[in-house]
């Protein structure tokens, strides 16, 4: 019972902006909303994570909505080794569930 | 931030016997998370170990079968029992300090049971 939704898939070329969505319509009030990120044969890689404000570092910029039942992560210029499976997960008190994530493949 | 030790990177086990996956991490964690990844799937959460408690396993994951340890702020233990080749799968440990905070991940164990 995934708490997220997000595509299976997107495509971006390189050097262009990459804003990846994802869903999360029974969010709590305390719930973080983490991304992540899993290269092949890796474990998966913090990217950023938010509560209610919009965050940025030197990986993606986090834009959550003001209901925060949507957010979006952002990649500013994608390159070919941002390809990778992107989660979008929330982080409650006693659990880190990981939905199915986007597979993002970026073409030169 | 935490560096992660999982062992081992893989194994190969016969039907009927048990692996322990150990996972050490080089600072004090409040939560290890412990999860199962079936090839070009994503991750499912077995159980959430804090120390000093009993694991807190998700629906369909039960202590008979995945016993986990948590001795101390800093190491846990995931056992996988009595295994069949429906286990054979990826395990991986996480680890972090609360809601607010980075999770690290291990390199995973590759699981193969034949």
């Known amino acids: 019972d995934a708490k997220t939704t997000q595509p299976n898939s997107m495509e971006s070329n390189e050097e262009e902006p990459v804003h990846l969505p994802c869903n999360h319509s029974t969010i709590s009030g305390t719930d973080y909303i983490h991304w992540y990120r899993q290269l092949p044969s890796q474990g998966p890689e913090y990217v950023i994570h938010?509560?209610?404000s919009n965050v940025n570092n030197r990986m993606a910029s986090l834009a959550i909505a003001e209901d925060r039942k949507s957010s979006t992560l952002i990649l500013h210029r994608a390159t070919l080794r941002d390809a990778a499976v992107y989660y979008c997960?929330?982080?409650?008190?006693?659990?880190?569930?990981f939905g199915a994530g986007t597979r993002l493949t970026v073409k030169p | 931030s935490a560096v992660i030790s999982q062992k081992p990177s893989r194994d190969i086990c016969q039907r009927g016997t048990s692996l322990t996956i150990q996972c050490q991490v080089d600072s004090q964690v409040t939560m290890m998370f412990w999860y199962r990844q079936q090839p070009g799937q994503s991750l499912t959460l077995i159980a959430t170990a804090n120390q000093g408690s009993e694991a807190t396993y998700e629906s369909g994951f039960v202590i008979d079968k995945f016993p986990i340890s948590r001795p101390n702020l800093t190491f846990s233990t995931l056992t996988v029992s009595n295994m069949s080749p429906e286990d054979s799968s990826i395990y991986l440990c996480?680890?972090?300090?609360?809601?607010?905070?980075?999770?690290?991940f291990g390199q995973g164990t590759r699981l193969t049971v034949v």
């Open positions: 996480s680890v972090d300090t609360g809601t607010n905070t980075e999770a690290f």
């Open positions: 938010g509560l209610t």
């Open positions: 997960i929330l982080r409650g008190d006693n659990d880190m569930r």
